[in-house]
């Protein structure tokens, strides 16, 4: 579905189901120079079973209008402004590496509109490597295949796609390069290595909060990622292995089964 | 220590490895070093609720063999992989890649700009049977580059060809035809049986589907037949409103649009989840399970291919029975430079060549080699021979083979990987079988 937020064009993928403003909403943001559609093994379940399941696009990428946002401070308060956009008061929000800076973020922002909290591969802060992040900011296609290679773990190198016939890593990089590298990535990458605010925001979180990590995450390695966990109370966290940062896709159905159990227990669907 | 900060260089596997490994994983499947062979048409559901996710493909898995099948899975992302495509959807055989992928882009009404030069049963696919479904085709001589944008018209919603045209080994400026492609806004289909991904990955060229015939080099041992349609991921079905099937919502699943779920895997998506329920021109595991255990051995068997290929262009081109040789190793072949850009790691190992004495001649050649086999097929490991004009395309009348660029004097050469003076040895006896009728002829 379309709509606007800050005068530009929002896309979001439903699911393959119509948006009803009678579900509750779980919102999916998606990591950096990714698109929507890393989402799709976790939000058609969700849109099938109660819920509207939003996996937006951010500015400047993917289907999306305008320009890529700047910081993730900016990315947080958009998220915020997509709830109020669609017509709801609260949602449940998932993120995967840099939208997990976001979605912590946007949680310790807006306490009382984000009902459940989930993140995948997230870390407290994610610095950049210089010269990867100079690759993306000069254009280079090398910053996406970089980026590629540190993302799947060693199986997920050799494929086996939990949907027949799709091979991982051609995939992402076709997503990733589907806009302007330097406009997406680029811009994405200076984000997530400039947000300091990882910790501090953690601590402010309330919400029932779910951690995924993956033994073999060369991104955002476990000890991050539970170093984040310990911070906001009462978080759960599951560790899958044999997996890489792109834990959505390579473990896909580890990934949907641990979620529906979290979201579907704190944040239930609307019952048919 | 040294300041000198090491240059990041990414570390995904290259060619030969991923012949090997691509798209399987042994801890998913007991251990097993080997691909398995998943002998069953159907998969156990673990309950109501995932049978009714796996329908409305809310998650990736197999229900029935005819839709997807592990086995043939592993295959799919193997050759994905090679070609540098995002996904991949084998078929009973090279024919039925072909027509499963005409009916992913094409509706009753709709147009395509199609390459002369082609297999016959694909020249007869496009020419008779598609108009049957509605879809028409205007054919364009390969070289005749400027030819494929102005048979463009406004219901076109695709260029198909052969990358080396079969036989006469024409080859299609592909970055170019892709150009004028991508200008009028539709995608261009490339069948690149002949070259394997070893030789050409056409993704980087321009292409956008590429389509293969397994049965030949990629499975190599002339022991199966299998085809697959390979997605490159980069074009945009969403740029116009050509294409209402990949990005409108679709009926028969739930109001679906596979261009704006799926992206860069759109068409394989559609193309399995409605050209494989619908026609189910499927694979069967055992024969996926040859196929990779020819893609195993895919570098080494097409260095032997290439190899004696060139030998045998230089041995025909000195031989006083043969009249001419096409093969885009030759200097004086029009596509000689292009075959050096397009295929970097060799020009293939199919060789057409016109006989002295015409038909008769060439039928006396082909009746009289005893290590060359004459049979419909080429890629396999033995060296293969066959004339076309009554073979293959045998089904086109005295205008279509003309235009297809076919001689009668014409003998298809398939190199195998025997040792190459066994295959000179035997041409001999053949080329002096030939040249007998016309000795007593002359008379």
Redesign the interface.
Known sequence: MKFRVNNSEVYA?T????FDKKKPLIIFVHGSGL?H?TW??QT??F??HGYNALAVDLPGH??SGGESLKSIEEMADWVSAVIDAVGHKEASLVGHSQGCLVTVECTSRYPDKIKTLSLMGGAGAIPM?P??LS?AENNDP?AV??M??WAHGP?G???????????H???GT??AK?RTIQNTLGVDFRACDNYKNGFEAAKKIKCPTLSILATDDKMCPVKEGKKLASLIEGSQVDIID?CGHMMLLEE??RV?TVLKKFITTNYPPLSS | MSDKKKELKPNTYKFDTLSLHAGYQPHKNAGSRQVPIYQTTSYLFDDVDHAAALFNLERGGHIYSRISNPTVGVLEERVASLEGGTAALATSSGMSAIFLAVMTLCEAGDHLVVSSQLYGGTVNLFRLTLPKFGIKCTFVKPRDTEGFKKAIQKNTKGIFGELVGNPGNEIMNMPEIAKIAHEAGIPLMVDATYQTPYLCKPFEHGADIVIHSLTKWMAGHGSSMAGILVEGGKFDWMQNDKFPTMTKPYEGYHGLSFAEEFGPTAFTMKARAEGMRDFGPCLSPQNAWNVLQGIETLSVRMKKHCSNAEEMVKYLMSHESVAWVSHPSVPDHPDHELAKKLLPNGRGSMIAFGIKGGKEAGVAFINNVKLASHLANVGDTRTLVIHPASGTHSQMDEATLKFAGLSHDMIRLSVGIEDIEDIKNDFEVGFRAARKPRLVSNQ
Do not use: C, E, W
């Open positions: 993928s699911g393959g189901r119509p698109t559609m799709v093994l058609r379940y849109a099938f993917g289907l490597n010269q990867l690759l090398k295949d970089l590629m290679d199986a190198h050799f494929g086996g796609h939990p949907v027949p016939g799709l091979y890593i051609n995939t076709m997503l589907s044999n896909a159905d949907l």
